[in-house]
């Protein structure tokens, strides 16, 4: 009698540790199909870096001397007034960059480093918004995404600390749109246009803007890509003034400028596009190289 209890014990213990063990992997299926059904996961772990001791301060000095530019002009008015460089690393993707010279750019904190398959992005958690976004594209790779369907899912890039990165309800209602940093448009295969609607590619943007004189520069740009004898890096960003308006209760910063770095690798030249972010804003011509560092002190161009 009592072996029979203690058996009939056993195997109501047995059966629950099955029902359990079952639950955890009906809970674990679940969850795992979630994860794989996310545009997200699908890229996040294999292209991701971040990397928190990216910084090496240098000097900037040499850099303006190479571009004509005396140490008595104003550098960088709007967005480095300490005067402080740093050199980015992005070990993971330098392939993004011009001969792999990573870019020299105003050091701030929550500075993260973002590899995509086709873009690499600097990220400024203080604005939830990107520094630049870098891209190597040529003729072979815009013919590559030819004819592909744009995606529209957007999502908030898990890889980012929540504190540092924007969220889609920071955009709803706000009046701008979610403007792409690296185009949609310019991507060569079906991982790479779902990676571009990530929100760390993004930034407010006035709709009539984005869709407008913007979207007329990234058209134009990609006619001139599909020219060029062979690699063009352009890199892409917004600029802020002294105390920019916010958008959510992530207070996502909204630009006052928006400009676009264009550099053909065959010829050595090198124009920016820069644009107000505002509906009045008009495709007007490119300002040079050294004009925009001297705005900017983004340095994103190796020494030409």
């Known amino acids: 009698m009592t072996r029979r209890k203690t058996s009939s014990a056993r195997s109501r213990s047995t059966s629950k540790r099955t029902g359990k063990r079952n639950t955890f992997a009906a809970d674990a299926r679940r969850f795992l199909k979630a994860l794989t059904g996310s545009a997200v996961v699908a890229f996040s772990v294999a292209s991701c870096v971040l990397n928190p001791q990216w910084r090496d301060t240098v000097s900037l000095d040499p850099i303006l001397a190479e571009l004509g530019l005396s140490g008595s002009e104003p550098v960088a008015e709007l967005v480095a007034p300490s005067g402080e460089y740093a050199r980015t690393r992005f070990e993971a993707c330098r392939q993004h960059f011009p001969a792999a010279a990573t870019p020299i750019v105003p050091a701030a904190p929550a500075l993260r480093e973002l590899c995509f398959s086709a873009f690499a992005i600097l990220h400024n958690g203080n604005t939830k918004t990107p520094v630049f976004v870098a891209q190597r594209l040529n003729r072979r790779l815009l013919e590559q995404g030819s004819g592909l369907e744009r995606t529209d899912r957007f999502f908030a890039d898990a890889r980012l600390p929540k504190a540092e990165r924007a969220e889609l309800a920071d955009y709803r209602g706000s009046g701008y749109s979610r403007g792409h940093m690296a185009p949609a448009a310019d991507m060569p295969n079906p991982d790479a246009m779902a990676q571009s609607f990530s929100l760390a590619n993004m930034i407010p943007q006035h709709p009539v803007h984005n869709s407008g004189a913007w979207n007329r520069i990234e058209r134009d740009t990609r006619k001139f890509v599909m020219r060029a004898r062979g690699d063009v890096h352009i890199f892409t960003g917004p600029v ?38 505002s509906p009045d804003a008009v495709a007007g011509p490119p300002i040079s190289y050294a004009e925009f560092l001297r705005r900017t002190g983004l340095h994103l161009l190796p020494a030409q």
């Open 240 to 277: 802020y003034g002294e105390r920019p308006r916010t958008i959510g209760e992530g207070r996502v910063a909204v630009p006052d400028y928006v400009y676009k770095v264009v550099y053909d690798t065959s010829s050595g030249r090198s124009w920016v596009h820069w644009h107000a972010n």
